[in-house]
């Protein structure tokens, strides 16, 4: 007995020791910052511990506030944090473990000399990495390879593009059925389940205008068990588990039925994108395109990557994408589009819910500038641009509840920044084990934004311009960056605007979103109720209701469409 307890008790001991030593060495290195510290003894980039954390979700309600530092250690705490830690500790501080430091900051200085420069600062291999298994792209590359991959993936981001993202968006969202059997009794839709139906419509834009693949969710060419948007599907809504297993080597017996199902999945999107991507690469070689034809966000890199393929110098660097470099990005694509759009649209609406008076104020826009005949698809480069009010809501949600709390970088070299501290600013140098991370979540609930910071108010991004008409005015730099600025800015950024203008236009078109009263509650308290529900979040992926049932929306028909 007493040998089987050494057995177990020196392994851990060992470890327990080894990482005493090493956070006493990054408790020392932190203090060179002259900036608070706050210790934790287990950190984001501790992959045992992303799944073990779950289990100890009891500790923040330790006494005498001794778990404090559990909220800290998942990557995007800052959603759950919203603008406490800045209001307590200031723009900057650093979080210390054993494994690193992260200098979290939302000064400007310093996040426009890290984020705003591609060349001394890069993204974390780790994480970058994650979703690379199809191939290497745009977001897991850096330097000389991240320029090639930027090159050819920017060209399918085009404003024919954004013609199919219009037309598909506003198609889709005037077929969306929000009315559920329940609706009847007044009980209307949980946030959990309004969530999934703009999931499924935020990946059905996707796959038509990344793919090209305008068919039905369930149909399956000859020879596929499963049709893409199946698999797609499958996979963007279990991202973590495929990014967890994916690698896994067990036999398929070993497997409980979701993996199973899940690596059937991947398989077979790896089929799709290979068919895919030979059927463009022998039609760009064979038809030139005509015209302002929209083509797949596919298409056009195929195309794009086929031009440079042409104009690779002998002996040059490679100036083009190898196939699977084209599967990673198409890929890449897919998870980075739908998350974050569908997770706008459910914060939207929630909030549009709990503020009729800015519904009404959407509403009056939409009515200015659409045909209220529902088969009429209004024309992009005419009312997109004159839609300020519905994407100045996008623009509002996206502070609100931004889909990347934190986006972290290391230097390549030990690097020097200015840092603002309680004595006054000076300049730190910043050694390559150590992480900055943007806290654009505490940027985006400054009180840099004035007394209303936390309060839903889409108008504070409009402005009466001079010949009246109003105007967008969107504030540049980290104070706001739910896109990221500097080169490696969301090339989707114009894509999701548009996916979030049309649908949201659309949806107000047909419908009023209201929030559901609980029996003898006032309308008040249900709008109070709702909001409390959407002020608590939690991060996976993207921004997520911790307690999507507790709160229901009723869509109610509006009939300008005589429906
Ligand atoms: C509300 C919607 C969206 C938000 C808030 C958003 C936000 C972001 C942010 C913050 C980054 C920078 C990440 C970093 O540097 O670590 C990023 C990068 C990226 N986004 Fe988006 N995104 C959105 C929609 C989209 C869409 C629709 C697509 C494609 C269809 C897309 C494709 C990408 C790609 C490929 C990158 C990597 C770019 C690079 O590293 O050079 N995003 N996005």
């Given at each position: 007995m007493m040998l089987y307890s050494l057995l177990i008790l020196f392994p851990i001991s060992i470890f327990i020791s080894r990482r005493m030593v090493r956070l006493v060495r990054n408790y020392i290195s932190a203090r060179k910052y002259g900036l608070p510290i706050i210790i934790i003894?287990?950190?984001?980039?501790?992959a045992w511990w992303i799944v073990l954390r779950p289990l100890f979700s009891?500790?923040?309600?330790?006494?005498?506030?001794?778990?404090?530092?559990?909220?800290?250690?998942?990557?995007?705490w800052t959603t759950e944090d919203g603008n406490r830690s800045l209001l307590k500790y200031g723009e900057n501080f650093v979080l210390c473990s054993p494994t690193s430091n992260v200098l979290v900051t939302s000064e400007q200085g310093i996040v426009e000399t890290v984020f705003g420069s591609h060349g001394k600062w890069a993204k974390q291999q780790d994480q970058s990495r994650?979703?690379?298994?199809y191939g290497e792209n745009v977001s897991s590359t850096h330097g000389d390879v991240w320029r090639r991959h930027r090159k050819i993936t920017a060209s399918a981001f085009n404003e024919s593009t954004m013609w199919s993202v219009w037309d598909e968006a506003t198609r889709r969202a005037g077929e969306l059925?929000?009315?559920?059997?329940?609706v009847e009794g007044g009980n209307g839709l949980t946030l959990a389940m309004v969530r999934s139906k703009f999931d499924l419509l935020a990946m059905q834009i996707l796959s038509v205008v990344?793919?090209?693949?305008?068919?039905?969710?369930?149909e399956r060419p000859t020879?596929?068990?499963?049709?893409l948007m199946e698999c797609l599907g499958f996979i963007l809504q279990h991202i973590i588990l495929t990014v967890v297993f994916n690698s896994l080597k067990a036999?398929?017996?070993?497997?409980p039925g979701s993996l199973r199902r899940l690596k059937v999945s991947i398989k077979k999107l790896g089929l799709y994108m290979k068919e895919s991507v030979l059927q463009h690469v022998q039609s760009a070689k064979s038809k030139p395109v005509h015209g302002s034809k929209a083509l797949s966000l596919l298409e056009s890199m195929v195309r794009a990557n086929e031009a440079s393929k042409q104009e690779q110098k002998t002996?040059?660097?490679?100036?083009y994408l190898s196939d699977s470099e084209l599967y990673g990005n198409i890929f890449v694509f897919n998870v980075a589009g739908y998350e974050t759009t569908a997770s706008s649209f459910i914060f939207a609406l929630s909030y549009l819910a709990a503020h009729p008076d800015m519904q009404d104020w959407a509403v009056e826009e939409i009515d200015r500038y659409y045909?209220?005949?529902?088969?009429i698809i209004p024309d992009y480069a005419e009312t997109y641009p004159k839609l300020v009010r519905c994407l100045a809501i996008m623009h509002e949600t996206l502070r609100l509840?931004?889909?990347?709390?934190m986006l972290v970088r290391y230097p390549y070299v030990p690097t020097e920044v200015l840092v603002t501290t309680k004595t006054g600013a000076r300049t730190v140098t910043v050694e390559p084990d150590t992480l900055v991370g943007f806290n654009t979540t505490g940027a985006h609930l400054s009180p840099r934004w004035g007394?209303?910071?936390?309060?839903?108010?889409?108008?504070?991004?409009?402005l009466p311009s001079s010949s009246g008409e109003e105007e967008l005015v969107v504030p540049e730099g980290?104070?706001?960056a739910p896109f990221m600025?500097?080169?490696?800015?969301?090339?989707g950024k114009k894509f999701s605007q548009v996916e979030f203008v049309a649908v949201l236009a659309r949806v107000l078109m047909d419908w009023r979103v209201e929030v559901v009263r609980g029996v003898g509650e006032s309308e008040e308290h249900a709008r109070l109720r709702l909001m409390s529900v959407v002020e608590e979040k939690k991060f996976n992926v993207s921004a997520h209701l911790k307690?999507?049932?507790d709160a229901r929306v009723r869509f109610v028909r509006q009939g300008k469409f005589g429906k």
């Open positions: 003894p287990v950190s984001f980039e501790d009891f500790i923040p309600r330790l006494p005498f506030n001794l778990g404090h530092w559990y909220l800290y250690t998942t990557m995007g994650l979703f690379a298994f059925s929000l009315v559920d059997a329940d990344g793919f090209g693949q305008n068919t039905d969710l369930t020879g596929h068990q499963e049709s036999p398929d017996f070993l497997l002996g040059g660097p490679r100036s045909d209220h005949d529902a088969n509840a931004t889909p990347a709390p007394p209303d910071a936390l309060s839903f108010n889409p108008k504070r991004f409009i980290p104070l706001y600025m500097g080169p490696r800015v969301c090339p307690r999507p049932e």
